[in-house]
Nanobody, 122 residues
Framework: QVQLVESGGGLVQAGGSLRLSCAAS????????MGWFRQAPGKERDIVST????????YYADSVKGRFTISRDNAKNTVYLQMNSLKPEDTAVYYC???????????????WGQGTQVTVSS
């Protein structure tokens, strides 16, 4: 069992930065691949980024490539999403998830956090 708690969301102006954190409970965090997803009002939950259990493999959606960076610290049971050059279209609730592999489909993940709101003003 893994419990995930996101933090770091907030209101930021376009062009600004935020760093999301996802703290995991449990001793098996390092065995899980992690993903960040986001869901805007009235839209589906979309993949943002994934990272393998070791951190050696990452994936970014085209919409965030070059602006967002995913990382993890297995000693701290935490995964991060550094978001730079934020745009109004990045506004959404951001969720972290844990799964056995770095799936790009949300159905591949077993555990989810409660989400954190990111709002980017123009």
């Amino acid at each position: 069992q893994v419990q995930l708690v996101e933090s770091g969301g907030g209101l930021v102006q376009a062009g600004g930065s935020l760093r999301l954190s996802c703290a995991a409970s449990g001793r098996t965090f390092s065995s899980y691949a992690m993903g960040w997803f986001r869901q805007a009002p009235g839209k589906e939950r979309d993949i943002v980024s994934t990272i393998s259990w070791s951190g050696g493999s990452t994936y970014y959606a085209d919409s965030v490539k070059g602006r967002f960076t995913i990382s993890r610290d297995n000693a701290k049971n935490t995964v991060y999403l550094q978001m730079n050059s934020l745009k109004p279209e990045d506004t959404a609730v951001y969720y972290c998830a844990a799964g056995s592999r770095s799936y790009r489909d949300s159905r591949g993940y077993d555990y989810w956090g409660q989400g954190t709101q990111v709002t980017v003003s123009s």
